[in-house]
């Protein structure tokens, strides 16, 4: 505990110090000519060795597999950006043949008077969704403090296959900056985690970097508390940066890591 009481200075010096020695430089297919109009952002593209590969034919969807290591246990992820309108039908997709039960949105859809993020899913339990291969249901929804639970019912079109997802929205992240509410995002990160049934949990803000990669280091270290398992944050980012460029964009971000962190080990303090 000690180690973490100075965390603003240390957390600054770490971020500073991150290392990119070992990040891949290919965004092929994400340059490709007609898959540009299917990234959100210009600059924020899937390395090719750990992008989603999407159908027999292995198409492409601006997102990455996130494998972290920490005490010798695996945790994996899907870190996506945030579908836009052409690439709703992809990201459905992408959802069940990786067999996801968890989305995990952290964003709105507007912010600022920005489109951050398609708004993906039905508007209502009355209608469904009706895509090119997909129609999606509202099943179900519970609006809380500081998330929205959705339980959605997706089914493709070709086969009649059905697959259940449970799509859990922070809605407390503001425009700019870190949440105010540090026992918020507390208790999303834990309700998402038991959520969490099968697949890759499927994480995505607009780009699917920034808060993504905020939401992916918590939870692992979450997990590490939890079996009382030693946890570096520095070493899990540097992870994630290796499998997607730009994880944890600012050194907000990164303190904030530290700062849900300090809160949930004070509590233990507290109860103990």
């Given at each position: 505990?000690?180690?973490?009481?100075?965390?603003?200075?240390?957390?600054?010096?770490?971020?500073?110090?991150l290392?990119?020695?070992?990040?891949?430089?290919?965004?092929?297919?994400?340059?490709?000519?007609?898959?540009?109009?299917?990234?959100?952002?210009?600059?924020?593209?899937?390395?090719?060795?750990?992008?989603?590969?999407?159908?027999?034919?292995?198409?492409?969807?601006?997102?990455?597999?996130?494998?972290?290591?920490?005490?010798?246990?695996?945790?994996?992820?899907?870190?996506?950006?945030?579908?836009?309108?052409?690439?709703t039908?992809?990201?459905?997709?992408?959802?069940?043949?990786?067999?996801?039960?968890?989305?995990?949105?952290?964003?709105?859809?507007?912010?600022?008077?920005?489109?951050?993020?398609?708004?993906?899913?039905?508007?209502?339990?009355?209608?469904?969704?009706?895509?090119?291969?997909?129609?999606i249901?509202l099943?179900?929804?519970?609006?809380?403090?500081?998330?929205?639970?959705?339980?959605?019912?997706?089914?493709?079109?070709?086969?009649?296959?059905s697959?259940?997802?449970?799509?859990l929205?922070?809605?407390?992240?503001?425009?700019?900056?870190?949440?105010?509410?540090?026992?918020?995002?507390?208790?999303?990160?834990?309700?998402?985690?038991?959520?969490?049934?099968?697949?890759?949990?499927?994480?995505?803000?607009?780009?699917?970097?920034?808060r993504?990669?905020?939401?992916?280091?918590?939870?692992?270290?979450?997990?590490?508390?939890?079996?009382?398992?030693?946890?570096?944050?520095?070493?899990?980012?540097?992870?994630?940066?290796?499998?997607?460029?730009?994880?944890?964009?600012?050194?907000?971000?990164?303190?904030?890591?530290?700062?849900?962190?300090?809160?949930?080990?004070q509590?233990?303090?507290?109860?103990?």
């Open positions: 505990m000690k180690s973490l009481q100075g965390h603003p200075r240390l957390s600054l010096l770490s971020f500073l110090t290392d990119y020695k070992n990040i891949p430089d290919a965004f092929n297919s994400g340059n490709e000519l007609r898959n540009r109009e299917k990234n959100r952002y210009r600059d924020i593209l899937p390395y090719d060795s750990t992008r989603v590969p999407l159908g027999e034919n292995k198409d492409y969807i601006n997102a990455s597999y996130i494998r972290i290591v920490n005490s010798g246990e695996e945790y994996f992820y899907i870190a996506s950006q945030g579908p836009l309108p052409s690439t039908d992809d990201f459905w997709q992408m959802v069940l043949e990786n067999n996801s039960n968890v989305i995990v949105m952290i964003t709105r859809e507007i912010e600022g008077g920005i489109i951050k993020c398609h708004h993906y899913w039905p508007i209502s339990m009355k209608k469904p969704l009706e895509l090119k291969n997909y129609r249901f099943e179900n929804y519970q609006i809380l403090q500081y998330f929205i639970i959705r339980i959605f019912h997706v089914v493709k079109k070709s086969t009649g296959s697959h259940f997802v449970k799509h929205q922070f809605t407390s992240w503001p425009d700019h900056g870190t949440p105010a509410s540090v026992d918020g995002f507390i208790k999303y990160v834990r309700y998402v985690r038991k959520s969490h049934l099968t697949g890759p949990m499927l994480v995505h803000c607009s780009a699917g970097v920034g993504t990669g905020v939401f992916l280091c918590v939870d692992v270290v979450f997990c590490a508390i939890e079996k009382n398992f030693p946890f570096n944050i520095k070493n899990i980012v540097t992870q994630m940066r290796e499998q997607r460029y730009g994880m944890i964009q600012t050194k907000e971000q990164y303190f904030f890591c530290y700062k849900v962190v300090l809160e949930v080990l509590k233990i303090l507290t109860l103990d």
